[in-house]
């Protein structure tokens, strides 16, 4: 077993970011061995949601005339607008089944605000407004998160990101990721991710 200070956070394992989802992203499902082993490693697992109402502003449904993958402007900045998925309630909201949901601790919905998207596990897309994840980290006596999931090059990115300025030891284990890299997204992605010192390990 890690030590009691090490968190497992698994982003994102729904049905609609694996193959045959709204916003499938390459080869998802080929992570869920790999995570399903990690669980039995760690105290402290949580699992993110993405938990989106029917009418969020990050679906191009929503905007007249775009087209999924444009980007328009947000109070909070640039938003990709993405093809309808995880609608609250929706089969592809939920958890692939082959992942082993029993093992979480505790399960954190985000996006469910229509306003503001939410890729990170620990703030809206703001990077103001707080899903809580933090302060459930702390009480825990969390000072490392290992995270896993799905995409890399997006929500992994972005709760690894704020994990690190929240003062956490980052390590996001790239082989049980993938990505949707959008223009090359991912090498930004993985360039960002180590320039804030996080641990990129296979």
Partial sequence: ?????????????????????????????????????????????????????????????????????????????????????CIQGTPGAAFHPDLNTDAADLILRKGFRPGIDSYS???????????????????????SVTLVGLATDFCVQYSALDAVKLGYNVTVLEGACRAIDLDGSLEDARDGMLDAGIVLDA
């Avoid at 899903?131 to 000072?143: K, Q």
Wanted: hydrophobic residues 40%; aromatic residues 10%.
């Fill in 1 to 85: 077993m890690r030590p009691a200070n090490e968190a497992l956070i698994v982003i994102d394992v729904q049905n609609d970011f694996c193959p045959g989802g709204a916003l499938a992203v390459p080869d998802g499902d080929a992570i869920l061995p790999r995570i399903n082993t990690l669980l039995e490693e760690f105290h402290v697992k949580v699992f993110t949601q993405d938990w989106h109402p029917a009418n969020h502003s990050s679906f191009a449904s929503q905007h007249e005339g775009k087209a999924p993958f444009e980007v328009v402007d947000m109070p909070y900045g640039g938003q990709i607008l993405w093809p309808d998925h």
């Fill in 121 to 143: 596990a620990f703030f809206e897309n703001d990077h103001e407004t707080p899903t809580g994840l933090d302060g459930y980290l702390d009480v825990r006596g969390v000072t």
